[in-house]
């Protein structure tokens, strides 16, 4: 029994998860979001961090995902994009005021 408990351990520790997925980085400072626009490739994660005082969001144009207000007690918001693709967002409080930013997901 214990040789097949470590078996297991082993086998399922060696197996490629999230914590050895690609995580890019978008910064919220101000109102914007810094880069404006990023590169990442399918299953590849975006991570935007709010560094400003103010509250924002990050919500997709096309709706595939939003995230909560991002200020006081969450700051941060991932997403894992799993295809190739555009994906433009934007602040929903500041979007006329021009925060906005794009997700180009490549094939490598």
Same mark, same amino acid.
């Given at each position: ?9 082993? !086998?399922?520790?060696? $197996? ?11 910064? %919220?400072?101000? $109102? ?8 990442? /490739? ?6 935007? %961090?709010?560094?400003? /005082? ?35 967002? !934007? ?8 925060? /906005? ?8």
């Amino acid at each position: 029994m214990k040789i097949l408990l470590c078996f297991l351990y082993f !086998f399922f520790a060696s $197996m490629p998860g999230k914590e050895n997925a690609t995580v890019h980085t978008v910064k %919220i400072e101000g $109102m914007r979001f810094i880069p404006e626009t990023i590169q990442v /490739k399918p299953g590849e994660t975006v991570r935007w %961090i709010n560094e400003s /005082k103010g509250l924002h969001n990050v919500i997709a144009a096309d709706g595939s995902f939003a995230s909560a207000m991002l200020g006081d007690k969450t700051r941060v918001f991932e997403f894992t994009f799993s295809k190739a693709g555009t994906w433009n967002y !934007f602040c929903r409080p500041h979007r006329l005021m021009g925060m /906005k930013g794009k997700v180009l997901v490549v094939d490598p």
